[in-house]
């Protein structure tokens, strides 16, 4: 219980201060202790009240124009990776997992100059990107973060949009894991104990995101998600 409210804690201080990050802190840690198969569709309950929560804080700025056209795209993809996940082997997910975690870490120290992308057409090969990764791993956050850094989305609007995503596609993937039967009575045990960590976790971080220098509190995460993606690998 402890270990579980510890790890939601930390990944909601996360999203909560830099606008994402939760699955990609909580993912590869609750692997570890729940395994995939309560982990991904815990992270999915867990991640749709927390997003609720930070879109209504920047909900002026959100752009549902933009969104739309990830989330189409995303449905295709949602169900590909629930399917995926439930048939391949557990020690193969939790390397492919390890190696989005890395991949995305990297990219984000590096911070290549991506160019400018312009229309619709890049949203759904994104959005399809992030659906399969979604529904597999909880883990959309790459592919749209990538897209809006592209997009050259103001901070705000940045914020709110993710949330506004990664709150449809949550709610599709958790749909996708219930029809599948995969939230059961031992998922809704571990969200109970999930529910302080998330509470305090959001609390802290909405603290230090008037407080901390975001650029440096990022890099810190980011560090982190590489020994954590490194140990996915290697364990």
Not at 17 to 38: C, K, N, Q, W, Y
Not at 94 to 119: M, N, R
Not at 194 to 209: R, V
């Amino acid at each position: 219980m402890i270990i579980v409210a510890l790890i939601v804690f930390l990944g909601a201080l996360v999203q909560s201060s830099i606008g994402f990050g939760f699955a990609l802190v909580t993912m590869p840690i609750l692997v570890g202790v729940l395994g995939i198969h309560l982990a991904a569709p815990l992270v999915a309950l867990t991640a749709m009240l927390l997003e609720i929560t930070i879109l209504l804080r920047y909900r002026e700025a959100f752009n549902f124009g933009v969104v739309k056209h990830l989330t189409i795209a995303a449905i295709i993809g949602i169900p590909i990776g629930v399917l995926a996940a439930s048939s391949i082997e557990a020690d193969v997910v939790d390397k492919f997992l390890g190696i989005i975690v890395i991949g995305y870490a990297l990219y984000a120290l590096l911070a290549p100059s991506l160019p400018e992308l312009a229309g619709t057409a890049w949203a759904y090969f994104f959005g399809l990107i992030a659906g399969i990764l979604g529904g597999a791993y909880n883990t959309a956050g790459p592919p749209i973060v990538m897209y809006g850094n592209a997009r050259r989305w103001p901070p705000d609007e940045f914020k709110s949009n993710l949330q506004g995503f990664f709150l449809i596609n949550g709610i599709i993937v958790i749909i996708v894991h219930a029809a599948g039967g995969n939230i059961t009575s031992d998922v809704f045990r571990d969200l109970i104990f999930a529910l302080p960590g998330l509470a305090l976790g959001l609390a802290a971080g909405f603290y230090l995101s008037m407080r901390i220098n975001p650029a440096l509190f990022r890099n810190i995460v980011l560090v982190a998600l590489l020994f954590l993606g490194a140990s996915l690998l290697i364990l």
